[in-house]
């Protein structure tokens, strides 16, 4: 388990909860599966707007109650005249959403649970949230409280004119409605703002549920007007998505004056295969062994107490861990990442069943398996179960050890999401135009030491030896003073001498004379520790500027984040003095603006992931905190209203690109340095 052992009873006095509730985020997630699987609220209330995909496309789900045979609204925009129900709460925690709506003496509360446990690969693969209601008389009366939940077709495909068809099936006495589009196109288009061209939602309803089920055309006004719902299918299929009936469920309550009532549908979306990579077409990791989907909602629907009590467990030790670890608003950030994080990745099986992740560049360029995607969401599963990091880097290593690879550096991904098939970005696999050298070779080094030390071994560092030692030779030479190219912030342009792609080589040097070591070269290891001790005493001087360190070595008057500086305390490498970050970490407090620091000098944007890295420098509580309280500040005032955004205007607040990206997993970096590489 990768959450430090701890006295769990003196961890929750912190009040686990107080740092998720009743505050504005810029979104909140709903279900939070994979890139395709993932619908957020983008709004203060669950009724402002309709529920939406990540990229802003709305898939909605509806939601109302009659209450005493009053109709009430409890999800979703509404056309008509049915009043919203008071929203009197949002929780929000690592696993779950939780709203709560207040009105006519009742109070229900709305959950979605996605039971993402990193270190419980069989049930973070489950592509099944829970949707569970709690409703309660809050006037000492009873109540007749009826339910209705109405998922839209557009949950299962990429546009609204796309045909649909949709069924009924029982499968273990559980009632399920499914719907997807009628052509089914597994893995035949590629791309960056899209949705799924093939699998099927299903709304699973439990075997002891007394719910009533269907898939009428009318079936929402037909519950307004009566509380029921039409009993006969709607069976004129295909049809466009935004002409198919909803799939709809009712749930019928009697509430005494003191006694609370609770039920739960599951929100599932299947595929049968799940990411090609090199021309191999691999399935879901849930279904590694041949699992049927009716098993495994079988097993979901059968398992739902026990992911909800290990659900709830963890959530109040890891939200207690990080308020420990770096306060109130690095917990809140966290907890909006940690969903987040995950969410943007496919999990699918190798042929042999092993796990491979391959992270998604959302609203990026679509990129699968990105190198310096993988770098910054590194904490996160360096952290919480280094198996998914090596999950995530052995494609790239299998791919960059392939002839066709012919560079004697990192690449920067494999494909354009799902579909693994070879570099696309810069010259792809022909050229050096646009590549990223220095920064995805270090990128590389970096995560595979830190891995090991996490793991306690160097077997993957073994395996891929001759490919490490290239890279290692290629930073050796081209390092120190990186020639005109770009960073992972290419976004800001190529930049030649720069200083914070200086540290990165630097460091991975040192990092692979740990790895060295580790795997027995001790020769090797001197070699190259007393190299990266050299690189880093000349880079102190190629980048001295009196009370600061440039931008780039050649260029007066400029700075930025130091940000790859964090992996000289992670590692332990002690490359660069104590002085170098804690001069840096004195200057940034000069720079911040309303919402952060800016990346450098040049512009007035910034990356929330390296914010935190560059934060997480500080040996001290208050700098630490001093660095990270703005982002409190933004996540409440942010006019961009999308699933965390990683870069945008330190002074408007506003979002310049991305959303939804796993690089948020970086946020965890401060409790990664606070635990350590390998801590129990």
């Not at 399920?176 to 589009?181: A, Q």
Request: charged share 20%.
């Amino acid at each position: 388990m990768a959450l430090k052992t701890l006295a769990l009873a003196a961890l929750l006095a912190i009040s686990p909860f107080a740092t998720a509730q009743n505050e504005r985020n810029p979104a909140t997630p709903l279900i939070a599966f994979d890139p395709y699987f993932s619908v957020w609220s983008m709004a203060d209330n669950l009724t402002d707007q309709n529920t939406k995909h990540w990229t802003g496309t709305e898939m909605p789900m509806r939601g109302f109650a009659r209450i005493d045979g009053t109709p009430y609204r409890w999800m979703g925009r509404s056309s008509g005249a049915t009043p919203a129900m008071k929203q009197t709460g949002l929780q929000v925690t690592p696993t779950q959403t939780e709203y709560t709506f207040e009105v006519a003496g009742v109070r229900l509360q709305a959950t979605f649970l996605s039971p993402s446990i990193p270190t419980d690969l069989d049930l973070l693969a489950q592509p099944v949230t829970y949707l569970t209601w709690k409703a309660a008389a809050t006037d000492g009366k009873p109540h007749s409280i009826e339910l209705y939940l109405g998922v839209d077709a557009r949950i299962a495909v990429d546009s609204v004119d796309q045909q649909v068809t949709w069924r009924r099936g029982r499968v273990g006495n559980m009632e399920i409605l499914s719907v997807g589009s009628s052509e089914q196109r597994a893995l035949v288009r590629a791309g960056d703002n899209l949705r799924a061209d093939w699998g099927y939602f299903h709304l699973v309803v439990p075997a002891d549920s007394q719910a009533m089920t269907s898939t009428a055309a009318d079936s929402q006004a037909e519950f307004l007007k009566t509380g029921g719902i039409p009993y006969d299918d709607d069976l004129d299929q295909p049809r466009q998505a935004n002409r198919a009936p909803l799939l709809a469920v009712t749930e019928k309550l009697q509430v005494s004056e003191s006694q609370a009532f609770e039920r739960h549908v599951g929100l599932a979306f299947t595929q049968p295969l799940a990411i090609e990579y090199l021309n191999r077409r691999l399935r879901p990791y849930w279904a590694r062994n041949g699992k049927t989907v009716q098993a495994m909602l079988i097993e979901a629907m059968q398992g739902y107490a026990s992911a909800v009590s290990k659900s709830d467990a963890y959530d109040k030790q890891l939200t207690a861990k990080l308020t420990k670890d770096g306060g109130v608003v690095y917990a809140r950030l966290a907890t909006l990442a940690f969903r987040q994080t995950l969410a943007a990745n496919g999990l699918a099986a190798d042929m042999d069943g092993s796990p491979l992740q391959f992270p998604k560049e959302n609203l990026s360029n679509g990129c699968i398996a990105t190198v310096d995607v993988l770098y910054p969401s590194s904490p996160f599963f360096l952290y919480f179960n280094p198996a998914l990091l090596e999950a995530q880097l052995k494609p790239v290593m299998e791919y960059a050890a392939l002839p066709r690879w012919k560079f004697p550096f990192a690449p920067h991904d494999l494909g354009t999401y799902p579909l693994a098939d070879g570099q696309v970005y810069g010259g792809g696999e022909k050229t050096e135009d646009d590549q990223m050298p220095v920064e995805e070779s270090g990128n590389m080094l970096l995560m595979i030491a830190a891995m090991g030390r996490a793991q306690g071994d160097w077997h993957f560092a073994k395996q891929y030896w001759p490919l490490l030692f290239k890279w290692a030779v290629y930073l050796k030479d081209k390092g120190l003073d990186p020639e005109n190219q770009l960073s992972t912030d290419d976004f800001a342009g190529h930049l030649a001498h720069n200083a914070n792609l200086s540290i990165k080589a630097i460091d991975a040097l040192g990092a692979f004379a740990e790895m060295a070591k580790g795997v027995g070269d001790d020769r090797l290891a001197r070699e190259y520790e007393a190299l990266s001790k050299d690189m880093a005493k000349k880079w102190i001087d190629l980048a001295k500027e009196g009370d600061h360190y440039k931008l780039a070595f050649d260029s007066t008057n400029t700075w930025s984040q130091k940000y790859n500086l964090v992996w000289d305390d992670l590692l332990a490498l002690k490359l660069f003095p104590a002085s170098v970050k804690n001069t840096e970490l004195a200057y940034y407090k000069t720079k911040l603006n309303q919402y952060g620091l800016p990346l450098d000098n040049r512009k007035d944007y910034t990356k929330l992931d390296w914010e935190l890295w560059t934060a997480t420098l500080a040996d001290d509580d208050a700098t630490f905190r001093t660095l990270v309280a703005p982002l409190g500040k933004w996540l409440d005032e942010t006019p961009t209203r999308v699933p965390l955004t990683d870069w945008y205007d330190t002074k408007t607040g506003r979002q310049e690109g991305f959303q939804a990206r796993s690089v948020v997993g970086g946020i965890f970096i401060r409790s990664l340095r606070q635990s350590g590489l390998g801590h129990e």
